[in-house]
């Protein structure tokens, strides 16, 4: 069977884990940046934190992500076997660009401004959301968008763990030993990972200040 | 950094501090606003110890110039100038209205530069809006840390005249740093010259080049010796 055949029979079921797919993806892009921004303005604030924090993220990021989710799934709560696990390990892979980005973005800010808003009395809340934050809003997307076009790569293990998503088409096509069905999983991906890449580097260029 | 430093501005002067880099001068200067924290004695401002505003008030009944502006770069001229007003929460028509009586004071367009971006501006366009924001809120008291120090010698003198006649009209109490002598003797009702974190004197601009102390017979010096002014042999008074 070729290629575009098997794309035509089964259309249905590859849009519906391409869903599964960015679903899981975008829930771990969100956790991610729900912990790593604050974390990330809080290391700009005490440097001191910097080293720890950052080489914490730096060995996750080095532990190679069929591992990872091997490693989960007899966490309790965390892991286990389907989303949460595949969701959880995602997060933690971001973690890394959009903490390291977002601490350079905010100890980028040029200290004559953040002093001249200070001077002008802002106070330290109204400094960061007026001042901080739209200044190293470029710097900020560009780690989401890493974080985004990695995880769409890393999520095709998910179907490892029962997680589903385009990798469960690679896993399945792997086992047969067949080219066509490992192509329904990973030229959708791949399409994926461009499109992130284009959207927030449009995002990017749009929001940067400068 | 400073030390037995006690001095009093009077209201609607301006007193220039004078000195040579590291002399204190900035360090006196953001002591007014609590940029930074004195490790000991005290400071007044309109009568009040500092201890008794709060911080954000303090600083937003001072108006503030820096070197190179500190404009904030994502915003325009329009939302840099109203930045105090705002923070004060004026309604916006009248936030508005305000940037267009300060630009005009600066003698800059509103409808030309109002929109524009800091990094659009020519350096002395951008002091310009520095001072229309330091401005904005009407502040009693005004603090400049060598407002025209990164200007080409041209627009400098420019801006400094104009400053002039604006200080003159406006009375407020105006504290401004600098280390260039011909810029304290032509804006200063009295020059304070610092050295080494010590008060040397406090001089009127006519007493300043008669003063004995040896640091400002040095400034004196640098007068004949200026870089703008011919050669001292072809150059009459000496004097400004």
């Known amino acids: ?210 | 950094m400073l030390a037995d430093l006690s001095l009093t501005v009077a209201r609607g002067e301006t007193l220039v501090l004078l000195g040579r880099s590291g002399a204190g001068k900035t360090t006196a200067l953001k002591l007014i606003n609590r940029l930074l924290e004195p490790s000991e004695g005290e400071i007044l401002v309109g009568g009040r110890r500092q201890a008794d505003w709060e911080v954000v008030r303090l600083r937003r009944s001072i108006g503030y110039v820096l070197q190179d502006v500190g404009l904030f770069p994502h915003w325009t001229v329009e939302r840099n100038v109203s930045v105090v007003p705002r923070l004060e929460g004026w309604p916006e028509d009248r936030a508005r209205r305000r940037v267009r009586e300060m630009l005009a004071l600066v003698g800059l367009n509103a409808a030309e530069f109002a929109a524009r971006l800091p990094r659009e501006l020519s350096g002395g366009q951008r002091q310009r809006v520095g001072v229309a924001r330091a401005l904005a809120a009407d502040p009693p008291i005004l603090l400049m840390d060598e407002p025209f120090g990164a200007l080409d010698p041209i627009t400098r003198a420019e801006l400094q005249r104009e400053f002039r006649a604006l200080a003159q009209r406006l009375e407020k109490t105006i504290v401004l740093v600098t280390h260039d002598i011909r810029e304290a003797l032509l804006l200063a009702s009295r020059i304070a010259l610092l050295a080494a974190g010590r008060l040397v004197g406090i001089y009127r601009p006519e007493e300043f080049l008669r003063a004995p102390e040896a640091e400002a017979r040095a400034f004196a010096r640098s007068l004949d010796a200026g870089t703008d002014a011919p050669p001292v042999t072809s150059h009459p008074g000496g004097g400004p």
């Not at chain 1, 989303?83 to 040029?110: C, F, M, Q, S």
């Open chain 1, 1 to 210: 069977m070729s290629t575009l055949q098997f794309f035509l029979n089964n259309g249905t079921e590859i849009f519906a884990r391409a869903l599964e797919h960015l679903w899981l993806v975008a829930v771990a892009l969100a956790m991610a940046l729900l912990a790593g921004l604050p974390l990330g303005i809080a290391l700009a604030r005490r440097r001191v934190l910097r080293r720890w924090v950052l080489g914490a993220a730096n060995v996750i990021q080095t532990v190679p992500s069929l591992a990872l989710f091997g490693f989960l799934i007899p966490v309790p709560f965390l892991g286990g076997i389907g989303a949460t696990t595949a969701v959880v390990a995602l997060t933690l892979y971001n973690l890394l660009p959009i903490l390291r980005n977002t601490y350079a973005g905010i100890a980028g800010v040029d200290p004559a401004v953040l002093e001249s808003a200070r001077a002008m009395g802002m106070t330290p809340r109204q400094t960061l959301w007026q001042v901080e934050l739209p200044l190293s809003v470029g710097v900020i997307l560009a780690g989401v968008r890493v974080a985004a076009v990695i995880s769409i790569g890393v999520a095709t293990i998910a179907a490892a763990v029962g997680a589903g998503g385009l990798g469960v088409f690679i896993f399945r096509g792997v086992a047969m030993v067949n080219h066509a069905v490992i192509l329904a999983g990973a030229i959708p991906a791949a399409g994926l990972a461009v499109a992130a890449d284009l959207l927030f580097g449009l995002l990017e260029r749009r929001l940067s200040p400068r």
